[in-house]
Nanobody, 124 residues
Framework: QLQLVESGGGLVQPGGSLRLSCAASGFTLDYYDIGWFRQAPGKEREGVVCISTIGGRTNIADSVKGRFTISRDNAKNTVYLQMNNLKPEDTGVYYC?????????????????WGQGTQVTVSS
């Protein structure tokens, strides 16, 4: 059974940092294109940072460029999202997702496997 489990969310003040983790079971994350998405209340799910397994393609939302980075730890079968200089508009539920040999990155409907999400709240 393919499963993704996110962790690391929480409440943080503006300017603070969080590192989200996405642990996979039942499959090897290194073989898949991985995306981090977020959804704020009343808004559509949006791609934040996405990376391909082949070719090293990345897609980073303009709103998080220079602040968010994605990384993989293949030994732990885990992907991370490092979020720095967080802003209130970064608040939302963050999801990781996996897809196979995607032509486009960060398009939610192209990703087949999703985690349950972790809440990130940026507030003073």
């Amino acid at each position: 059974q393919l499963q993704l489990v996110e962790s690391g969310g929480g409440l943080v003040q503006p300017g603070g940092s969080l590192r989200l983790s996405c642990a996979a079971s039942g499959f090897t994350l290194d073989y898949y294109d991985i995306g981090w998405f977020r959804q704020a209340p009343g808004k559509e799910r949006e791609g934040v940072v996405c990376i391909s397994t082949i070719g090293g393609r990345t897609n980073i939302a303009d709103s998080v460029k220079g602040r968010f980075t994605i990384s993989r730890d293949n030994a732990k079968n885990t992907v991370y999202l490092q979020m720095n200089n967080l802003k209130p508009e970064d608040t939302g539920v963050y999801y990781c997702a996996a897809g196979a040999l995607l032509i486009r990155l960060c398009v939610p409907k192209d990703y087949a496997s999703w985690g349950q999400g972790t809440q990130v709240t940026v507030s003073s």
